[in-house]
Each structure stands twice: as structure tokens, then as C-alpha cells.
């Protein structure tokens, strides 16, 4: 797996557990004024994104792609090229907005919006969503909360993806972020989901990383 996982870099943890969502916008404000850097910018999309879709080779032709947590939107840029009329959101304003800088010319959609609290819409209103390394960024409350908001993203036939850090049941974590175990990765096969193939992947810096499929009925 080519070495552009920057899982365990994360911003200080203080407030993590009260404020997650200021937590990435005081992360991305102080990045644009140039006093942080975001660990997880990187110059093209997710390794275990771009070797799913070289492998698989979705069609996007009128199809609707979601992207979950997008950040600076090189994973939404990567589904686009593919021909997704795709949608992008991140809780953080000022991710968004560097997002649209970075892309003037961009087909995607980017938006500022709240997973626990999307647009009515959007519920069940897309033929592809991913959800790559946000759910981990969470606490335990938050997170299943967040789970099954992922899932109701999905349109009936569609897909989902997920991407996040792995963990062994008797790991002990003191995030963020806090690795997937294997049962909280299944967890997303809820409702109308279920899975299709769960990858376990050894990643780069020795630890496990997932990379899960499901499908809506």
C-alpha cells in the first residue's frame, strides 16, 4: 500500500471528547492562516480509495457519489474524474472553502453540513457513498450515532465504502483517534446494508487498516 495514510497524525486532543467539530475547524483555520498543517492533506486520493476503484473500475455515468468528512476534497476530486455527479461535505466551513479554492473549475459539489444532521435529501439519495477515516475521529458516543447516519446516505442498490485504522479487541487506544475494531466495522452492515467484502490490510506503519464494502438492498 503506497505510503499516503497518515491515520495516526492527528491534531492535539484536547476538547476531543466536547468539541470534535471545533476540533477540525480550529485545525483547518489555523492551517489557512498558515500556523498548523492537516495531516491528512494529501497531494491525491486515499491509497485504499484510488487501488479499490483501479481494481473494481466503478462506472459513474449517472450515478450520485457522496463523500463523508471530505476535508480539501482530493477523494471527491478522484470519484469525479470517474464521473460520479458527486457531493462533498465536511463539518468544518473552512475546509469547505479551501476545498472550492483548491477546485475552481470543479464539477463537485462541496458543502458544509453536519452527518448527524444532513439535509432531508440526501437520505437515501446516493448510488455511492464513501466514509474514509471520519467515524474513528469520533468519541464512542458520537461514533455510534454516526454509524448508522453513514448508512441511511445510501441509496436502494447502492454502495458503501469504508475506510478507517483497525484495532484489535484487546488494544487499549487513548485517541483520537480510536481504530475500528472488526465488530464496529460490521456495524455498518445495519438496516438495509450489508457487507460485501472486508478487507483486513497491514499498513505501512505496521498497523491495520479496513477496507469494507456493503451494499444496500
Not at 483555520?29 to 486520493?45: I, N, S, T
Not at 468528512?69 to 458527486?86: P, Y
Amino acid at each position: 500500500m503506497p505510503d499516503n495514510d497518515p491515520t495516526h497524525q492527528v491534531s492535539s486532543p484536547v476538547t476531543a471528547e466536547s468539541d470534535p467539530a471545533g476540533r477540525f475547524e480550529r485545525l483547518y483555520a489555523d492551517a489557512e492562516r498558515g500556523e498548523a498543517v492537516v495531516p491528512w492533506d494529501l497531494d491525491r486520493a486515499h491509497s485504499l480509495l484510488s487501488e479499490w476503484t483501479d481494481r473494481t473500475r466503478p462506472d459513474g455515468s449517472g450515478r450520485r457519489a457522496l463523500v463523508v468528512g471530505c476535508g480539501f476534497g482530493r477523494d471527491a476530486e478522484h470519484l469525479a474524474r470517474l464521473g460520479f455527479a458527486t457531493v462533498a461535505f465536511d463539518i468544518s466551513p473552512t475546509a469547505v472553502r479551501v476545498a472550492r479554492r483548491r477546485h475552481p473549475d470543479s464539477p463537485v459539489r462541496y458543502e458544509t453540513a453536519d452527518l448527524l444532521d444532513p439535509p432531508h435529501d440526501w437520505l437515501g439519495g446516493f448510488d455511492f457513498v464513501l466514509e474514509s477515516m471520519n467515524v474513528q475521529a469520533l468519541p464512542a458516543e458520537l461514533r455510534q450515532r454516526a454509524v448508522p447516519a453513514v448508512g441511511r446516505l445510501v441509496a436502494p442498490d447502492g454502495a458503501l465504502l469504508v475506510i478507517a485504522a483497525g484495532r484489535r479487541d484487546d488494544e487499549v487506544i487513548e485517541g483520537p483517534p480510536w481504530p475500528l475494531t472488526r465488530a464496529e466495522v460490521d456495524a455498518f452492515a445495519a438496516g438495509p446494508l450489508i457487507a460485501a467484502r472486508v478487507e483486513e490490510i497491514a499498513a505501512p506503519d505496521g498497523g491495520l487498516r479496513w477496507r469494507a464494502e456493503f451494499r444496500r438492498r
